[in-house]
């Protein structure tokens, strides 16, 4: 199946996925944490999967029989996407369409100025940001013996300093392995470099590649969003909960719910929820008596964040 959804995304709203390499995933890296399975096809050749026409043709039927159009059309398939050589004439065939395209690539391949063509293409890009140490890089990512850490941070910089769309990047955090504030001090001046729209930063949530991979918890979730924020960079959490920072609604269990799924909720913000909604202040408590919350500290500063420790 060439496209499928649409389903709803915190990052995109309403997403119709294109899956352009098919049978069994096909990286340039082996993720300990990866959610589509053990990397069977390990390559860093470009290739040529569907043709741009069997792409278009399947989006377009697909996108025939919805109702309401999706926000964004974006690949994500098994593997990753800029393996396929076609990618950039898929966009612009795509394109004719008149949704926004996006799409997430592991980032390893953007040292090759014909893939940085191919996204430049693309309103909206997410590349992987897991590690800025070559150690790290490769425990966590496992790229293909061939790539280097120079070649990817340097195609990461290059793309990002000439992309003119909507850049994101997005940290998968695993616990013991990449969750050290030193650690998450050196990523977070990589991606200032790179300064995206938004800096996300997520935890496994699906069954991983390999069993010994934990999620951290939320004390060290909120070390990584304080670390990010602190260099400057607008970043969300993606826990696995859709939240959104909605403000106030009215419903301040609904609003403590939200905005802990997208960030770490501060003691005055906490107050502001409490006091615009005219709620009681022992809230917080009862949500942490019922597992969906979390009180944690950072620098003598007490946070609130969604409990995903449960799930
Ligand atoms: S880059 Fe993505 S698809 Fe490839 S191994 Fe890592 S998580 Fe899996």
Known sequence: MISFGPVPSRRLGKSLGINNIPGDKICT???IYCQVGATRHYTLDR???YSPEQI???VEKHLGKLQQMPDYLTFVPNGEPTLDIHLEESISLLKKIGIPIAVITNASLLGDAQVRDALSLADWVS???DANDEAVWK???RPHPKLTFESYKEGLLTFASAYRGLLATETMMVDGVNDGAE???RNASLIATINPATAYISIPTRPPAMRSV???DEAAINRAYQIYTGAGLHSEMLLGFEG??????????EDILNMSAVHPIREETMGEILRKNGAESGLPDQLIRENVIREVIYQDKKFWIRNFSGK
């Open 127 to 129: 590349v992987k940001v």
């Open 139 to 141: 425990k966590i990512n």
């Open 47 to 49: 290739q040529s999967f």
């Open 244 to 253: 959104s920072d909605t403000g106030f609604t009215g419903d301040a269990r």
């Open 183 to 185: 650690l998450l001090q």
């Open 56 to 58: 278009f043709a399947a």
């Open 29 to 31: 890296y082996a993720c």
């Open 214 to 216: 934990k999620k951290p």
